[in-house]
């Protein structure tokens, strides 16, 4: 990459705009406050079929999970099987019970997730204006847990990217704006309503699974949305309350621009609150999409309800 003075966070985002305060000073849950009871009942209005689709990836895929470089991968250990039984070792239990038990380490961000608003920040300062601080030891502020004791329901709304691009997947690095959703909506015939849960696809994590590992991670850079002021203030105005995307991280890893390093975590979830959700895995639901040209669904999600945590697993259910 073009050696060039890479600005701070700080100095890129100087004049961004931000909700903070916007829905008072103890505020956790950020732009998910626009989904009220009518957003609600506007999902549940696109449904009609009936059919339903899963978007987490599976954990534990004899492929390997895809996670941000530097994080391990989940790692499921079968701590109690009937080979402990079939040596002696296996608990006993009036009636002779018998039963198979596993434990799991992972990375909070190591599965498709919702980050916590808390996730990311620059200038010592998270969401709605918390100490950064807040963070040490894990999320006093801002962790997942209030966004996982509310939930997500809205109406959700898939920009399939790739597929107007005429591509099963984007490039490393090939960046896509506001202006480019609005072109791929117009061309799927759907329109991106204010407060829609914003789904986008590129293919990425569906390639993961069909490329050779180390292709993967080589240089790694992902494709995704590309920080400008105009689509901050987009977003801003579309009152998006939920980003989710097939990438790990839901933007171009380095800004073209500025050399930045992942700005739309900054100016879309520590400055407007919008929730991050990552790795997701649409292709069967885009797949749908394109088959019966409906876009638009009910979109439920829970995250994990983890006390402190800066991330949770989960598993968003769509209804069509
Ligand atoms: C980082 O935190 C680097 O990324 P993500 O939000 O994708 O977990």
């Known amino acids: 990459m073009e050696s060039k003075n890479v600005p701070e966070m700080a100095e890129l985002l100087r004049d961004a705009p931000k909700n903070w305060g916007k829905w008072g000073p103890d505020d956790e849950v950020g732009s998910l406050n626009y989904l009220t009871e009518t957003e609600v009942l506007r999902g549940v209005a696109a449904v009609r079929s009936g059919k339903t689709f899963t978007l987490q990836i ?160 080589k240089n790694f850079i992902e494709p995704g949305l590309t920080y400008s002021p105009a689509l901050v203030e987009w977003f801003q105005r579309m009152e998006i309350p939920n980003l989710v995307t097939d990438t790990i991280a839901n933007e171009v890893t380095i800004d073209p621009e500025s050399g930045v390093a992942l700005p739309l975590h900054n100016a879309l979830m520590r400055n407007l609150g919008v929730t991050l959700t990552e790795i997701a895995q649409l292709d069967p639901l885009a797949s749908d999409c394109a088959d019966d040209g409906q876009w638009s669904f009910l979109y439920t999600a829970a995250p994990l309800k983890v006390v402190s945590g800066s991330g949770a697993p989960v598993n968003p259910v769509v209804i069509k």
């Open 58 to 217: 599976q954990m534990g895929n004899p492929k390997g999970d895809p996670v941000w470089p530097g994080r391990s991968q989940a790692c499921r250990m079968n701590v109690m099987d009937k080979g402990h039984y079939m040596c002696g070792k296996g608990p006993l239990f009036p009636g002779l019970l018998e039963y198979a038990d596993d434990m799991m380490i992972m990375y909070l961000q190591g599965s498709t997730q919702y980050d916590a608003l808390g996730h990311v920040w620059y200038g010592d300062q998270i969401w709605n204006g918390y100490d950064a601080k807040s963070t040490i030891g894990g999320l006093a502020k801002a962790s997942v847990l209030p966004i996982a004791e509310r939930g997500i329901v809205g109406r959700g709304v898939l920009i399939d990217i790739a597929r107007h691009r005429g591509k099963a997947v984007l490039d490393p690095g090939e960046t896509f704006t506001h202006r480019d959703l609005l072109e791929a909506a117009e061309a799927q015939r759907v329109t991106i309503e204010k407060r829609d849960v914003l789904v986008i696809r590129t293919g990425w994590i569906g390639s993961f699974y069909e490329r050779d590992r180390s292709e993967f991670y």
